[in-house]
């Protein structure tokens, strides 16, 4: 059933106000979910922090006043966010809300084509706003979201279902933000500004539609992101963001500075603001110097902040100075990190979220997806390292075809000691971390793990891809055929068949357990019900059965 709004074709200055009123709600309230998105080492602040804390100054000023007058609320939505803007994601934000305000501040009423074009002019003033715009930011957002505006803007006149459309787009480019942006693709996160501005834009059509906030949204990270990293980032819930602290003490400007230029003088101009950007990065990076001749915002990373405030008097007075030693910041960072560093670290390759969330379980410091058909690089492997806050690591790499890569790898880690053990198949790697004992020494664990796994009988259940003559199997493409070491030893047109006799070719006197980790193509209750038929036919042995989510095998088992 349609929305009784939506057919609506204007929004009026009191629904825009009450819109913005919820945007800001709807950042103070997932603050937490953006803030959590941070990749980087040494941040001004907090993303979603100082996004809510720019719209929280926006909201003050418009909740101020009582006026239906859309300039008005216009005017004080623009000037909230420039006086509260924080760090630069609150900064890029109040020039969206600027260059929307510009646009909107015309009308009487806001229709469709009036919110496409204000969001297109956001978008404008947020790129003229960065000096070096880089696109999988918030930018890149933004402008995707003012584009289908003004498209959406010439196929209809609803309001809402012009808002639905551009947050759809937005949430489609988050997505792949991480396919522009090396930082976010090696983190496993999307862009956290473009995160903060949809959940901000969410808030504006809840507001919309007078719906109430009531509290945070779950945030379930988009599957784009997550190949080939490390699965932290696919358990937002019990899984914190680890930085590649080898990049800590590599500033090259000390002092985060930033301060409002007022009473601005009458012989100051436009060109004046261009010449005072030009020299504040040739003095330093991450400028930030956005206004008009009635309010200047400014922020730089500078070796000489004294330079930049001098520079900035000759326009006006300075308001709401604030200079922060980010030198110190990186001191304490690098302390705890140091303070917090333990003496071994374990990593581990694997395919299949079971798999990997048993790793996890035996509390593997970083998983990294790979396996048959997806082998990880080298850097692949060392940037999972890089997150690893111990002075020796253990990598396991749980395949024959990745172990090279592993063994690459330490050439690319610095500061650690990389150790890899050869495990071939992902039930060595289980065993050799069941065997790992972090009260142990390193060569105690490395000879007490290696023995372990190479005890350990392995086999796979898989299917055929073409037709093919082996030893004594005449194979035909669609086959099950099972794996012992590498090598087919049983073939048929049954799973389970196959299974069962894979498993009997495996079993000797001195064996008495079989794990099996059923794959991603086998029902739970199917597997189930297969175990039970096993310990039944085998009473002598213990039949243990595990998710492990793998693709193109429908089980993986051992024999111990």
Avoid: W
């Avoid at 947020?126 to 498209?151: C, H, Q, W």
């Avoid at 172990?403 to 890899?420: M, Y």
């Avoid at 189930?528 to 002598?540: G, I, R």
């Amino acid at each position: 059933m349609a929305s009784a709004h939506s057919g609506t074709t204007h929004i009026t200055a009191s629904v825009m106000k009450r819109m913005f009123i919820a945007g800001g709600k709807m950042l103070e309230v997932n603050k937490a979910q953006v803030d959590a998105l941070n990749v980087f080492p040494v941040p001004d602040g907090d993303t979603g922090t100082n996004m809510s804390l720019t719209m929280m100054s926006a909201v003050k000023e418009i909740t101020s006043i009582d006026s239906a007058s859309m300039a008005e609320v216009a005017d004080k939505l623009a000037k909230g966010a420039l006086r509260g803007a924080r760090g630069n994601s609150g900064v890029i934000l109040s020039q969206i809300l600027k260059g929307f305000s510009n646009i909107i501040a015309q009308r009487d009423e806001c229709d469709a084509r009036t919110f496409a074009k204000g969001l297109r002019e956001g978008a404008e003033l947020a790129y003229r706003a960065v000096s070096k715009p880089k696109e999988g930011t918030i930018l890149t957002v933004v402008r995707s979201m003012a584009e289908e505006a003004v498209d959406m803007a010439k196929r209809t006149t609803s309001i809402q279902k012009l808002m639905e459309s551009v947050l759809a787009k937005g949430e489609e480019t988050l997505a792949k933000t991480p396919d522009m942006l090396e930082v976010l693709k090696r983190a496993g996160v999307v862009d956290s500004g473009g995160y903060g501005l949809i959940t901000m834009f969410k808030g504006l059509i809840m507001g919309y539609l007078d719906q109430e906030i009531t509290g945070a949204e779950d945030y379930e990270q988009p599957a784009e992101t997550l190949k080939p990293q490390s699965i932290d980032s696919a358990f937002p819930d019990d899984s914190e963001l680890i930085v590649d602290y080898e990049s800590l003490g590599k500033l090259d400007f000390g002092y985060c500075t930033e301060f409002f230029i007022i009473n601005i003088k009458k012989r100051t101009t436009v060109t004046d603001i261009d010449k005072l950007r030009e020299y504040l990065n040739e003095i330093g990076n991450s400028v930030i110097c956005i206004g008009d001749l009635s309010l200047i915002k400014v922020h730089v990373h500078t070796n000489n902040p004294g330079k930049a405030l001098a520079k900035a008097l000759t326009l006006g007075e300075l308001d709401k100075v604030k200079i922060e030693n980010m030198m110190e910041q990186n001191r304490q960072l690098r302390a705890r990190y140091e303070a917090e560093r333990k003496p071994i670290g374990l990593l581990a390759v694997c395919s299949g979220d079971g798999f990997a969330a048993i790793f996890k379980d035996l509390l593997v410091d970083q998983v990294i997806e790979g396996g048959q058909t997806m082998n990880p690089s080298a850097e692949d492997i060392a940037s999972a390292a890089r997150k690893i806050n111990a002075e020796n690591i253990i990598i396991l790499p749980n395949n024959k075809n990745i172990i090279l890569s592993a063994e690459q790898s330490r050439t690319l880690v610095q500061n650690r000691n990389i150790f890899v053990l050869p495990t071939k198949d992902i039930p060595q790697g289980l065993t050799a971390v069941l065997n790992y004992s972090p009260d142990a020494s390193l060569s105690e664990n490395l000879e007490n793990m290696s023995t372990a796994f190479t005890s350990v009988d392995a086999g796979q259940v898989t299917y055929a891809v073409r037709d093919t003559v082996i030893d004594k199997f005449t194979i035909k493409k669609g086959d099950i055929i099972g794996l012992d070491k590498g090598s087919i030893v049983t073939s048929g047109k049954d799973v389970e068949k196959v299974t069962t006799a894979l498993i009997d070719s495996m079993l000797t006197e001195e064996k008495e357990v079989v794990t099996l980790y059923y794959g991603i193509d086998v029902a739970e209750e199917k597997a189930e019900a297969f175990v039970e038929k096993l310990q039944s036919s085998h009473p002598d042995i213990e039949f243990i059965l595990h998710y492990g989510g793998q693709p193109l095998y429908y089980y993986v088992l051992s024999v111990e």
